[in-house]
């Protein structure tokens, strides 16, 4: 399968830490990952890419300094930590896999993508 798949989605609480995990699709060992979401009545929004050898990442300046992506290569696993967590990252998260080693904040640059995860921040 090439798509990718996320799972650890939930609903936590203002200042709780949750970890999502994306299956990366036959295509993605060697490709950049990255992570959007996409709120009620908001655009989907760039959160955070890895490269294809985890080397280089990139972070949305809102949730930089709290989020952490990483990824498994030999598991074709990528994750996304999130701590400190607040209402305004309540969100579907997707995981997507890069047209290329490198890829960074334009959705343009995504091939496949999941189905999507619900994250859900009460205060």
């Known amino acids: 399968q090439a798509r990718p798949s996320e799972s650890g989605g939930g609903s936590v609480q203002a200042g709780d830490s949750l970890r999502l995990s994306c299956a990366g699709g036959?295509?993605?060992?060697?490709?950049?990952m990255g992570w959007f979401r996409q709120a009620p009545g908001r655009e989907r929004e760039f959160v955070a890419s890895?490269?294809?050898?985890?080397?280089?990442?990139v972070y949305a300046d809102s949730v930089k300094g709290r989020f952490s992506v990483s990824r498994d290569r030999i598991r074709n696993i990528m994750y996304l930590q999130m701590n400190a967590l607040n209402p305004e990252d309540t969100a579907v998260y997707y995981c997507?896999?890069?047209?290329?080693?490198?890829?960074?904040?334009?959705?343009?640059?995504?091939?496949?993508w999941g189905q999507g995860t619900q994250v859900t921040v009460s205060a």
């Open positions: 036959r295509t993605s060992s060697n490709n950049a």
């Open positions: 997507a896999t890069g047209r290329s080693s490198y890829a960074g904040r334009d959705a343009a640059g995504y091939t496949y």
């Open positions: 890895i490269s294809w050898n985890g080397g280089s990442t």
